[in-house]
């Protein structure tokens, strides 16, 4: 069970501070005590030094020990070992103090000096429980961190910097001119595009800054993430948006993966149409689209007093759920879903997907009751509650030793991860345009070693695709068109004959010139040892079967950008 802790939070350590504090208090009792004892002595065995033995004298030489001014040892030695072991030990005490008041007092001034000579560093922004989490785990990865909050805080012993978090004097503050990347991760998700806006300037030193705001709202997120796509690429920086419950199910479902019980489909429940909900299975359904080669269709039941909606939305926004999956809305909560005798088999895999954590670790001891299945086949979302892993995976397995079937998953830990965020939309749709390619070619009955999944494909063939999917902007702008998820009301363009053909000798042209600085030459008869092809003539001297596979890929750009939740939308009459 040690292998799933990666979805939890790390669990509070003991900080080292207090435990130094601690030590040298008891230090100074001993020390205390030391020096009445041992002056107590010393003035009994030696009654011609002048000095009162009177208790209160004694209580105020043992207290100026402190202070390396006790009068009764001004005449020398030799002393009681006890009073020798005093007399360094308190100063000793004294010192530890004086060096803990001078670094609290100049803790605050010591970090902004950190943070406005920082270089190469990261800036997180926010006082979040993402933001937190993002900072510890950017710290473990060895990265210098500045953070900023949102409110006027100075405490903590990393470089911090006081202020409005929007404000660009505070960003300046923080050295963003010389940061590699910034992270907004406020709870206001406004002000973290107000904050990437800000920071999101190009350099002069030829350095790429990159920025990523968190989005609360997904829709809202990918609607940011497509007007970034299609406008103009801007050189020294990089702007991207995220949100945690899409990182979080890609994530899960990528550590995760289907099995296929008794060689069938396995069954899914989905309690919850929250994000992380309609995120999970979205996931699901590429995932499985992928893997089954039968076309056997996913069945997913899916419980919230709001399920029917939820679907009817996702299907929208996404078409291919529709052939993938098998999907069964139960419009009540879970408690009337347990109340109603159902002939149906057993999930297989059970998904709590409450915001409400609560109410999630309710459902989750209530569904393993009811729902028995394999070890971890049943994944509750939780995050401040993580700690309660302890429980089911750690030592004694308190509340699951019987079955192990509980499987807690902290988002928020599983998002924050660096890489996952740094998968902007390029990425994502590069990813979609693979598995089309794949689909396209297996249902042809064609193989070869570019039809595998996505994480398996060379980084030559990944970075093919990511060139393509970055391009989509640039020809959407070509013909007055851009990007726009597939939320809400709206009229999809039609591509154009006319259209086509412009698109497709653009994408020709830049599949060209990215050949040509690989080293590749035109040659009648393809050679990849040698970096010779056919296709590596303009596209007025290309034979009509080539042009002709160029054109279909520009017709099925609308199909796989609504895989990806976009469509194409006219902006302008050309």
């Known amino acids: 069970m040690a292998s799933r802790s990666g979805g939890f939070g790390d669990l509070p350590r003991t900080p080292v501070a207090p435990v130094l504090w601690l030590a040298f208090a008891i230090l100074a009792?001993?020390?205390?005590g030391c020096g009445l004892v041992g002056l107590e002595q010393y003035l009994r065995e030696n009654p011609g030094l002048g000095y009162s033995g009177h208790p209160l004298d004694i209580l105020y030489y043992a207290l100026q020990l402190f202070v390396l001014g006790s009068p009764p040892l001004d005449a020398g030695g030799?002393?009681?070992a006890?009073?020798?072991f005093a007399r360094f030990a308190a100063p000793t005490?004294?010192?530890?103090?004086?060096?803990?008041?001078?670094?609290?007092?100049f803790a605050s001034e010591i970090r902004k000096l950190r943070a406005r000579t920082a270089r190469g560093h990261v800036i997180v922004v926010g006082d979040t429980l993402v933001a937190t989490t993002l900072a510890r785990r950017l710290r473990q990865a060895g990265d210098q961190v500045v953070t900023v909050p949102s409110k006027a805080t100075e405490t903590g012993p990393a470089p911090r910097v006081a202020g409005a978090a929007r404000d660009p004097d505070i960003l300046r503050a923080a050295?963003?001119?010389?940061?590699?990347?910034?992270y907004a991760c406020t709870d206001?998700?406004?002000?973290?595009?107000?904050?990437?806006l800000a920071a999101a300037r190009p350099r002069r030193n030829g350095s790429t800054l990159a920025v990523y705001a968190q989005v609360a709202d997904p829709e809202v997120c990918a609607a940011l993430q497509a007007r970034l796509l299609s406008a103009p690429t801007r050189r020294g920086m990089r702007l991207d948006f995220?949100?945690?419950d899409d990182l979080a199910a890609r994530h899960l479902v990528a550590r995760e993966p289907l099995t296929l019980p008794d060689a069938r489909p396995p069954t899914i429940a989905i309690l919850g149409a929250t994000a992380f909900g309609r995120a999970v299975l979205v996931e699901l359904a590429r995932q499985w689209r992928i893997r089954d080669r039968a076309a056997q269709p996913l069945p997913i039941e899916i419980v919230d007093p709001t399920a029917g909606a939820a679907v009817t939305h996702l299907t929208e926004r996404y078409p291919f759920l529709t052939r993938v999956c098998k999907i069964t809305p139960h419009d009540f909560d879970l408690e009337r879903l347990l109340a109603t005798p159902s002939d149906g088999p057993v999930p297989d895999r059970v998904f709590i997907c409450y915001d409400d954590e609560q109410q999630a670790l309710k459902a989750a001891l209530t569904a393993e009751q009811v729902w028995p299945g394999e070890p971890g086949s049943v994944v509750v979302r939780l995050d401040r509650l993580a700690s309660l892993r302890e429980a089911f995976d750690g030592g004694d397995r308190v509340l699951d030793e019987l079955s192990g079937t509980l499987r807690l998953f902290g988002v928020v830990h599983a998002a924050c991860d660096p890489a996952l965020i740094g998968d902007d939309l390029v990425e994502r749709l590069a990813r979609v345009i693979h598995e089309r390619y794949v689909l396209d070619l297996t249902s042809r009955g064609a193989s070869g070693p570019a039809l595998v999944p996505w994480d398996d494909l060379p980084?030559?063939?990944?970075?093919?695709n990511r060139s393509q999917a970055e391009d989509i902007g640039r020809k959407l702008r070509a013909i007055g068109c851009t990007l726009s998820p597939r939320v809400g009301p709206g009229r999809e363009h039609v591509l154009a004959d006319k259209e086509v053909e412009r698109l497709a000798v653009m994408e020709h042209e830049r599949w060209r010139q990215d050949r040509v600085g690989q080293g590749w030459r035109f040659a009648a008869d393809r050679d990849d040892e040698h970096k010779l092809h056919p296709a590596m003539a303009a596209w007025p001297a290309l034979p009509d079967e080539m042009r002709t596979r160029n054109l279909d890929e520009i017709r099925q750009l609308p199909a796989i950008l609504a895989d990806a939740g976009f469509r194409i939308v006219r902006l302008r009459t050309t």
């Open 82 to 84: 006890i009073l020798d």
């Open 29 to 32: 009792v001993i020390s205390f």
């Open 93 to 105: 005490v004294t010192a530890y103090a004086l060096i803990e008041a001078s670094r609290l007092l």
């Open 188 to 196: 206001d998700s406004a002000a973290n595009t107000a904050i990437a």
């Open 78 to 80: 030799p002393f009681p």
């Open 242 to 244: 995220f949100n945690i």
């Open 459 to 464: 980084d030559r063939l990944r970075l093919t």
């Open 175 to 182: 050295s963003v001119g010389r940061a590699r990347a910034v």
